[in-house]
């Protein structure tokens, strides 16, 4: 992944030949996406790497239960050898590393261009403040659940191409293992559960990151981590509650109908169901909070300098 | 219509005044000094004609409110704010495809021609360029954009004299011609005297000089006084004075070039012998000043 310039998984190779089919005002919007993905390679060279480890693991795994098979053939060989409890585990540990690297990039999104002081050639260009937040935002809230989603995607099924490779010759039949498997029903729950929970329901947590980046003088992440904390504290002493903490909580761990990955795989047809989640109050006031913190955010970044 | 027309500009920040009441007009086609000592308000006179910053007063940039109207303005204004705000971790033809990307007037076969002539490859990270590469970089970018206000403020600032001089060079052969306005600040006087039309020296906030440089030539007059006619030129009330080997250098305001000729060898002053001059005074330091 030397070349990212042309290599950005989910981008079209060739920026000349996919410019002019974006429309002259998205332009800007476009090209503020392509360059935080220039900057930020973490972005998607976390979840790569992390997948390629995942799939080492799988294949050593698959080698060593062929090898104690001794010519007894399982059986339910999808089940033995690549059990769908393979593919989530692999699948939410890459959504995992790509939330980690999202919200690490949504803190320094801001405050990183104020610190090398790259704003002000960023702001000799013409793209407005709203433009680039709204670039930096979308980072997190689509591109990376998409980055991970195909990611994921990718890794599931080079898993059952290896577990096919290893097998082949063992007896089991190979067809079997691609039919047999959930693989294919749970990647839909994750693109669900990405895009809903890792975008949509983080959203607030996104603006907060964002704000405070924009904001911080110095030490962003202590800025971010602080209020919340002091917030909590403050409202346990004085009321003896802790609403606070367990709006914060919620907020981290999503809603209880969103379909989580490892409670979800028991009843996936009723989770995937998104009138459960765009029902829920939380959503639409996190999306309310969110909208707020933005335009904070815009207009702090029309304020503010370089460091 | 004026290029940059600021009418009572003021800009405070707490009980620190930068700006204090600034009038200034540029014509467009013009290529302005403004120069000031440190903290004087360039920077801040800067930001407000940029739109970076919030001011009081009126300002027209390109008749334009740079504050309200920053979107539409910046596809008319360029500038370097500072060396090496360049990104980092940008490599030279990213910088290229993005700069192309977001900006509908910027040529790109016009940056590469620039570039060729620089040993800046395309595939180089910017934080491996030298300061002086990266400044080539940032002036081939800003010189392929055909904007019609190009602010440079300490452009060469670190740069050794080489750089320097190419720098105006190629700005002057290459980029200017008399439908662009380009401002600059610097406090590398002297390199930058021979291509300037206008001047401005700002001290305190306030605009202390505003003149174009014919009539700089023809207003300012300087004379190296042999010792014995000291006091016939000191009659005529100099504005400066200083020593130098084998006598003393006057400098003076709106008086008669014959009638100084009189005194000793008249030309036109320095730029920053008129500045050590003007701010000088202003200090309540008339003599002796840095020199």
């Not at chain 1, 990611?151 to 039919?179: D, K, N, Q």
């Not at chain 1, 209880?256 to 006031?285: C, D, R, T, V």
């Not at chain 2, 930068?18 to 120069?35: F, K, Q, T």
Request: contains cysteine; charged residues 20%.
């Amino acid at each position: 992944m030397n070349t990212p310039s042309n290599a950005i998984p989910g981008f079209p190779a060739g920026s000349q030949a996919a410019a002019p089919a974006v429309s002259s005002s998205m332009r800007p919007f476009y090209w503020s996406i392509r360059r935080e993905l220039w900057e930020y390679r973490v972005l998607y060279l976390a979840p790569l790497m992390a997948a390629a480890l995942l799939l080492l693991a799988v294949l050593v795994r698959t080698i060593v239960e062929r090898y104690h098979m001794h010519g007894v053939l399982p059986a339910d060989p999808a089940q033995r050898f690549l059990p769908h409890q393979h593919f989530e585990l692999a699948a939410a540990l890459i959504m995992g590393v790509g939330l980690l690297v999202g919200l690490y990039y949504t803190l320094d999104a801001l405050y990183g261009e104020r610190r090398d002081r790259s704003i002000l050639f960023w702001k000799s260009l013409p793209v407005s403040d709203l433009t680039a937040v709204l670039a930096k935002l979308t980072i997190p809230l689509v591109v990376v659940p998409v980055l991970t989603f195909v990611i994921a995607v990718a890794a599931g099924i080079i898993m059952l191409m290896l577990g096919s490779v290893v097998l082949l010759g063992s007896g089991v039949r190979i067809s079997e293992l691609w039919t047999n498997s959930s693989f294919f029903y749970v990647a839909l729950l994750w693109f669900y559960h990405l895009l809903l929970v890792h975008g949509l329901w983080y959203a607030p947590i996104y603006g907060w990151l964002l704000l405070v980046s924009a904001w911080s003088p110095r030490a962003p992440l202590v800025w971010a981590v602080l209020p919340p904390f002091v917030v909590c504290g403050v409202e346990k002493l004085a009321f003896n509650t802790t609403y606070a903490l367990a709006w914060i909580q919620e907020r981290f761990l999503g809603p209880s109908h969103s379909g989580m990955a490892g409670n979800a795989s028991k009843n996936l047809a009723a989770e995937l169901i998104p009138q459960h989640f765009f029902s829920e109050p939380g959503l639409w006031i996190g999306l309310a909070i969110a909208a707020l913190l933005l335009l904070g955010t815009i207009r702090l970044r029309r304020y503010r300098g370089p460091i | 219509m004026a290029c940059i027309d600021a009418r009572g500009l003021r800009k405070s920040y707490g009980a620190t005044v930068a700006l204090d009441g600034v009038n200034l007009r540029v014509e467009e086609g013009r290529i302005l000094g403004l120069i000031g000592p440190n903290g004087a308000g360039k920077t801040t006179a800067l930001n407000a004609i940029l739109g970076l910053t919030p001011y009081q007063g009126e300002l027209r940039v390109l008749g334009r409110d740079p504050w309200s109207e920053r979107d539409q303005l910046m596809r008319d204004v360029c500038f370097i704010a500072d060396v090496a705000v360049l990104p980092r971790w940008m490599r030279v033809g990213q910088a290229l495809d993005y700069v192309a990307g977001v900006h509908p007037r910027f040529d790109r076969s016009k940056a590469e021609g620039f570039l060729s002539r620089t040993s800046n490859a395309l595939r180089q990270k910017i934080k491996k360029l030298s300061k002086g590469m990266v400044t080539q970089l940032h002036l081939a970018l800003v010189m392929a954009i055909d904007a019609r206000l190009l602010v440079l403020d300490e452009p060469t600032l670190g740069l050794d004299i080489l750089f320097r001089k190419q720098f105006y060079d190629s700005l002057l052969t290459d980029y200017f011609d008399r439908s662009r306005t380009i401002l600059v600040t610097t406090h590398q006087v002297e390199e930058i005297e021979h291509v300037l039309t206008d001047v401005m020296f700002i001290n305190g906030g306030r605009i202390v000089l505003d003149c174009s440089m014919e009539e700089l030539e023809s207003r300012y007059l300087e004379v190296m006084v042999r010792p014995e006619q000291v006091a016939a030129a000191r009659a005529l009330k100099p504005i400066h004075e200083r020593q130098v080997l084998g006598g003393s250098v006057l400098l003076f305001d709106r008086v008669d070039r014959q009638q100084l000729a009189a005194l000793g060898d008249v030309r036109t002053p320095r730029i920053a012998d008129l500045f050590v001059a003007v701010i000088g005074n202003q200090n309540g330091q008339a003599q002796g000043v840095a020199q």
